[in-house]
């Protein structure tokens, strides 16, 4: 692994994670990898929201059977 070289003073002006991503990625990268990265950044996200759908739907006491009613509807 390279050593990166060290990053100006950034706190306050950046958030912890964008300090990360630029010490993470200190060099160029091909459009094919920095597509990967927003996918990889993506799934992630979608993980956490889809995490948090299910606690809601679970403690909510939802079914398949509610959802599936709401969308048949005709008040829709």
Not at 3 to 19: D, R, V
């Amino acid at each position: 692994m390279v050593a990166a070289q060290p990053l100006p003073p950034l706190e306050g002006k950046l958030t912890n994670a964008q300090i990360e991503l630029l010490r993470l990625f200190n060099k160029n990268v091909s459009e094919e990898e920095l597509l990967e990265i927003k996918q990889i950044i993506g799934r992630f996200y979608l993980d956490k929201f889809q995490k948090k759908i299910d606690n809601a739907v679970e403690s909510l006491g939802y079914t398949q059977a509610d959802f599936d009613a709401w969308l048949n509807d005709s008040n829709q």
